[in-house]
């Protein structure tokens, strides 16, 4: 089939190679603009487009669909759109002009987790089972008919970076037979159906840990938050990033809550060498910090430079 694929991230570039691997003519990708990086801030491609030009696609870089794109993407008389993590919205009349319209790998299972952060809030809220869908793209956010889906297990306190890059190659399968099912029966999608919920843009501030709370929820948050905005507590006033943060292992749990005993929640402290952090009910292990301004260490070596002992808030 000949598709126009539209995205910008990291974990875009697996469905792209997956429908060039799977013998489809791509006949443009567009991705957003260069963005500048890093402390000298210089203008990198995104992921998408050092990918599709590794492929020897031509590529369009817009941070908008207008009416520029969609001349461009018109000259390529495409029988379908492919969007993954665009970041931008397809209006019309890109949204009908291809010929079986736009389809769109989002990862959660829905309706479930709309909008900007699925895996994120999915992850935040405590879930293990996390999914793809890939869905007829319409005006409405995130609204339109099912084609294929697919969920799988996490374990508790995966981080949502793993668990997108996991998810980026899990969900080629339901892409690749989504395309398929297409090419077979153009009609096909079913409404729909379920709860809806809402996952909102992440902000720093969702970022702050409440230790007060259950160790468990503790954990499930740091998992949505982590890599980004960066899950953190405050430290003699100044933000701690907690960059790794864990269940106990077994082996020290009992030597770790006989050590803890009843210290208030919010205490790091040192327990055989392992770093430990108190919470509303219980202890997680802490693994690696950072501090403001300084790059990212081990917790433990960050506590006994504290007399084995810190208190977070």
């Known amino acids: 089939m000949r598709i126009v694929f539209a995205g910008t ?7 792209l190679r997956a429908l060039v691997a799977a013998g489809h003519e791509v006949i443009g990708v567009i991705t957003r603009e260069d963005a500048p990086l890093g402390r000298k801030r210089v203008l990198t491609p995104s992921p998408v487009a050092a990918a599709a030009e590794q492929l020897g696609l031509p590529v369009l870089r817009a941070n908008r ?10 000259e390529r008389a495409p029988e379908l759109g492919v969007i993954v993590a665009y970041g931008g919205l397809v209006r019309e009349p890109l949204l009908s002009l291809p010929a079986h319209g736009w389809i769109n790998l989002h990862f959660s299972e829905l309706p479930r987790w709309r909008g900007a952060a699925p895996v994120q809030r999915a ?12 869905f007829r793209l319409v005006p ?14 996490f374990a508790p306190g995966t981080p949502a970076g793993a668990a997108l890059t996991d998810l980026a190659e899990f969900g080629t399968a339901a892409v690749l037979e989504a395309v398929e099912l297409l090419a077979r029966d153009p009609g096909a999608g079913d409404p729909q159906t379920g709860a809806e919920s809402y996952a909102h843009k992440l902000s720093r501030e969702d970022g702050r ?10 954990l499930a948050r740091w998992a949505g938050m982590t890599p980004e905005p960066g899950a953190y507590v405050l430290h003699e006033d100044q933000p701690l990033k907690l960059i790794e943060l864990a269940p106990v292992p077994d082996e020290v749990a009992a030597t770790a809550h006989d050590a803890a005993g009843a210290t208030a929640p919010g205490t ?37 430079g504290r007399d084995g002992r810190a208190v977070l808030a």
């Open 65 to 74: 669909l207008d009416a520029a794109a969609t001349e461009w993407v018109a």
């Open 123 to 134: 992850l935040e809220a405590g879930e293990q089972q996390l999914g793809v869908t890939v």
């Open 9 to 15: 991230p990291e974990f875009a570039v697996p469905s």
């Open 268 to 304: 790091a402290l040192l327990v055989a060498g392992t770093a430990v952090l108190t919470t509303g009910d219980g202890l997680l292990a802490l693994r690696r910090v950072q501090p403001a301004g300084k790059p990212a260490m081990d917790a433990a070596a960050w506590l006994r």
């Open 209 to 218: 840990l409440d230790l007060s709370l259950d160790a468990r929820t503790v």
């Open 140 to 153: 409405a956010l995130d609204a339109g008919d099912v084609l294929t889906r697919d969920a799988r297990e």
